[in-house]
Antibody, heavy 120, light 112 residues
Framework: QVQLQESGPGLVKPSGTLSLTCAVS?????????WSWVRQPPGRGLEWLGE???????NHNPSLRSRVTMSVDKSQNQFSLELSSVTAADTAVYYC?????????????WGQGILVTVSS | DIVMTQTPPSSPVTLGQPASISCRSS???????????LNWLQQRPGQPPRLLIY???DRFPGVPDRFSGSGAGSYFTLKISRVEAEDVGVYYC?????????FGQGTKLEIK
């Protein structure tokens, strides 16, 4: 049974860096899959942040410009998100997800999400 | 970016009755390969989203057949043939034809 579990600080100071990890169990991070991040501000809709392949290939949302870094840790079977220069607008529930390899954004499985609040 | 617009914002429905949600994209979702990559997701209260329909009308494994998707070009519809209590939540359309993937603002389905 595939499980994705987000972890990281629940509180980040403004101008700081948000760092999250998604641990994958029941599947291999090196499988032919994309590993994605989606966020949802409280009470609002969904925003796709980007996706990473185990080779290091990344597709990201240009709206976040150069603030986003995504990576894969094959030894730990997990992938990570870093978002720099955060503001209150980055307060959201962050979800990690497993996405099928073919075109089409087939979100196969989601983590439960982690709330990250940006506040001093 | 492709803008996705859903209507209505909320939909009160009687149990056992049908429901319909519309989604319009700011440009055609037909990819150069001929397919339209329009997905529908359901988010129950307190839960992560869950994929219901992909590529306009393909039902994801495990999704009840009361859910169906249709449409073409820039206009798409999600239909629930007979609403059940477990269908309460917010429904999102999402385009995956072009990066970045974008979502509609959501339609809240509630029981009358």
């Amino acid at each position: 049974q595939v499980q994705l579990q987000e972890s990281g600080p629940g509180l980040v100071k403004p101008s700081g860096t948000l760092s999250l990890t998604c641990a994958v169990s029941g599947d291999f991070i090196t499988s032919d899959l994309w590993w994605s991040w989606v966020r949802q501000p409280p009470g609002r809709g969904l925003e796709w942040l980007g996706e990473v392949y185990h080779s290091g290939n990344i597709n990201h949302n240009p709206s976040l410009r150069s603030r986003v870094t995504m990576s894969v840790d094959k030894s730990q079977n997990q992938f990570s998100l870093e978002l720099s220069s955060v503001t209150a607008a980055d307060t959201a529930v962050y979800y990690c997800a497993k996405v099928g390899p073919a075109r089409g954004g087939i979100f196969l499985h989601w983590g439960q999400g982690i709330l990250v609040t940006v506040s001093s | 970016d492709i803008v996705m617009t859903q209507t209505p914002p909320s939909s009160p429905v009687t149990l056992g009755q049908p429901a319909s949600i519309s989604c319009r994209s700011s440009q055609s979702l037909v990819h150069s390969d001929g397919s339209a990559y329009l997905n529908w997701l359901q988010q129950r209260p307190g839960q992560p989203p869950r994929l219901l329909i992909y590529k306009v009308s393909d039902r994801f494994p495990g999704v009840p057949d009361r859910f169906s998707g249709s449409g073409a070009g820039s206009y798409f519809t999600l239909k629930i043939s007979r609403v059940e209590a477990e269908d309460v939540g917010v429904y999102y359309c999402m385009q995956a034809t072009q990066f970045p993937y974008t979502f509609g603002q959501g339609t809240k389905l509630e029981i009358k």
